[in-house]
């Protein structure tokens, strides 16, 4: 097993407060997450979530908050179950909508009423993150650990 990796996740808003979510091949199931990736050596988390938001979507996104700091240790969704990471997930705000899947990181995504969100078949991480950002609706503005 590979030690634990640094990552970020990006849970993107628009404007009329729907979040993205994607489908990526490394999640089980065709289940939804959020744009995210490795953390590279000397990279501000915020600028990773900016850059990966980027890479993956086309979207040029403003990081808002740092809603929740994530461990996982060995994934049962991942494709890759014996995997350790560590998840910076923040909230950040797009700049469009106009989402552009590279098909190899990402194959599909929805805008979606955060509530229905958790209606659509989510890996486990990303339903948290989901949770957590409506928590932060009702005013909770602690970063959450867990």
Request: negative net charge.
């Amino acid at each position: 097993m590979v030690g634990p990796v640094v990552a970020v996740g990006a849970l993107i808003r628009n404007k009329k407060g729907e979040i993205l979510l994607v489908q990526s091949p490394k999640w089980l199931e065709k289940r939804y997450s959020v744009p995210g990736g490795h953390v590279e050596l000397n990279e501000r988390l915020s600028d990773a979530v900016v850059r990966e938001a980027k890479e993956e979507t086309g979207l040029d996104v403003r990081p808002i908050k740092l809603l929740l700091i994530q461990e996982v240790i060995n994934p049962e969704e991942f494709y890759e179950r014996e995997r350790h990471f560590i998840f910076f997930d923040f909230l950040c705000e797009a700049m469009s909508e106009d989402v552009k899947l590279d098909n190899v990181e990402l194959i599909d995504y929805v805008w979606v009423e955060p509530k229905k969100a958790l209606d659509l078949k989510l890996e486990s991480y990303t339903r948290r993150l989901v949770m957590k950002y409506l928590k932060y609706l009702e005013g909770d503005r602690e970063t959450e650990i867990v």
